[in-house]
Nanobody, 127 residues
Framework: VQLQASGGGLVQPGGSLRLSCAVS????????IGWFRQAPGKKREGVFC????????YLVDSVRGRFTISRDSAKNTVYLQMNNLKPEDTAVYYC?????????????????????WGQGTQFTVSS
């Protein structure tokens, strides 16, 4: 599986942006796509993920109510819609994929247990 994130740029505080993750190759039925970010000088952080087989999701508290995740199965693309952006959202954002594990979505995101990673896309929240 190959993944490619896109859609970065410069956004003002309070603005919105949508990132895309294009997925190609053989995608198993029970597959999870996750979004991660790494801000300058900080460790990579898991943000959001979706299980493609049943659309169950997991997201971290820092983005709850502001970020949503969706997908277009026909285009094999997963989107991260980000609203009410804050300067602390500035980071390189990565999408990643992995077969689902029995221990649930939260550990996958918390510990970054994804097997395939795409190149990141940078966006900056600044006035």
């Amino acid at each position: 599986v190959q993944l490619q994130a896109s859609g970065g740029g410069l956004v003002q505080p309070g603005g919105s942006l949508r990132l895309s993750c294009a997925v190609s190759g053989f995608i198993p039925d029970d597959y999870v796509i996750g979004w991660f970010r790494q801000a300058p000088g900080k460790k990579r952080e898991g943000v959001f993920c979706i299980n493609l087989v049943d659309d169950t999701i997991y997201l971290v508290d820092s983005v709850r109510g502001r970020f949503t995740i969706s997908r277009d199965s026909a285009k094999n693309t997963v989107y991260l819609q980000m609203n009410n952006l804050k300067p602390e959202d500035t980071a390189v954002y990565y999408c990643a994929g992995t077969p689902y594990r029995d221990f649930g979505l939260e550990p996958l995101v918390t510990y970054g247990l994804f097997t395939s990673w795409g190149q990141g896309t940078q966006f900056t929240v600044s006035s």
